[in-house]
């Protein structure tokens, strides 16, 4: 059972260390993220993008960036193409978004010939450490898919499960929610959700047990499970929470960051790399902490 980002970054040092390539790298708060990465031992960076600035945004910040290399690439576009390469290459063994928008940096990234296409549906996973749940807590798409259908949901949940694997979860439990745990034909949610739970009965979906349809209450509190006459392996211990659309996902994430403590690390899966893809928003924690989770769900590429 994994417990803690203090985990997660004990496993990184312990790994070898894997490089970071960083496309539009001039980005205070990138560089920060990288720069501790680096001290920590937790990865290598290479960083793509317009040079001058890199330099000037790390004097200006007191920023260390000895053993880091720079290409020197000034169009954004072309920079991210780049740092998509070295990762494709296996110069860098994941990628990491800096001063340039999400769309664009995705793009390369799906390019049919020079991106990291899988033909898995690129997700978004969140690793979260609450203070009164007991162990770490992976949550999938509230960052990347709006309303996806039963068949991504099946990549979306694979993708977290691979996630979760990567970071010693052997068998996942995975909640795939929805407002009430019986199946009703008018919310969609729960049809799919049993359709997935009867997938993974199945061996369609693999290494993990899935319940659903799970409400929240259900899905992490065995008291709540209890009273409700929830018999399952997955209720009150859940690994995985699925949303069914990303208003659910994006709700949850920040209610637990702002209202909870939440300590929380975010990747893009479902490419041939694990990708950092951290909002402005993010503490410089987080960033941290997404680098490390990156490293180790790396090695499993």
């Known amino acids: 059972m994994i417990k803690s980002f203090d985990q997660v970054l004990e496993q990184a040092k312990r790994g070898p260390r894997r490089r970071v390539a960083v496309a539009v790298a001039e980005d205070a708060e990138v560089l920060a993220a990288l720069t501790a990465a680096q001290a920590s ?40 193409k780049v740092a998509v390469t070295l990762v494709r290459e296996g110069r860098a063994h994941m990628l990491m978004k800096g001063l340039i928008g999400t769309a664009d940096i995705l793009r390369a990234v799906l390019d049919k010939e020079n991106g990291l296409r899988t033909g ?48 010693g979860v052997d068998l996942p439990k995975v ?40 409400a929240l209450d259900g899905a992490i509190s065995l008291d709540a499970a209890r009273h409700k006459g929830i018999q399952s ?11 069914p659309t990303i208003e659910v996902g994006n709700v949850l994430y920040k209610t637990l960051v702002y209202l909870a403590r939440a300590r929380v690390a975010g990747l893009i899966v479902g490419a041939a790399a694990p990708i950092v893809l951290t909002s402005r928003s ?20």
Not at 51 to 77: C, F, H, Q, W, Y
Not at 233 to 243: E, F, K, M, N, Y
């Open 120 to 167: 898995r549906v690129l997700s978004h996973v969140a690793l979260i450490e609450v203070p009164t749940y007991h162990k770490m807590l992976f949550m999938t798409d509230g960052g990347q898919n709006i309303a996806p259908d039963l068949a991504q949901k099946v990549d979306i949940l694979q993708n977290a499960v691979d996630v979760a694997r990567a970071l």
């Open 41 to 80: 031992g937790l990865a290598e960076a290479c960083l793509v993008g317009d040079a001058e600035k890199i330099l000037m945004v790390a004097k200006e910040s007191a920023l260390n960036l000895t053993g880091m290399e720079i290409i020197n690439v000034p169009d954004r576009i072309m920079a991210a």
């Open 175 to 214: 909640a795939a929610l929805a407002a009430v745990e019986v199946v009703n034909p008018k919310m969609q949610a729960t049809v799919e959700a049993y359709e997935l739970q009867l997938m993974a009965e199945r061996g369609e979906i693999k290494n993990c047990l899935v319940h659903g349809p799970l």
């Open 282 to 301: 993010d503490s410089p924690e987080a960033k941290l902490l997404s680098i490390a989770c990156a490293s180790v769900v790396a090695g499993r590429y």
């Open 233 to 243: 392996q997955v209720a009150g211990d859940a690994d995985i929470l699925l949303v």
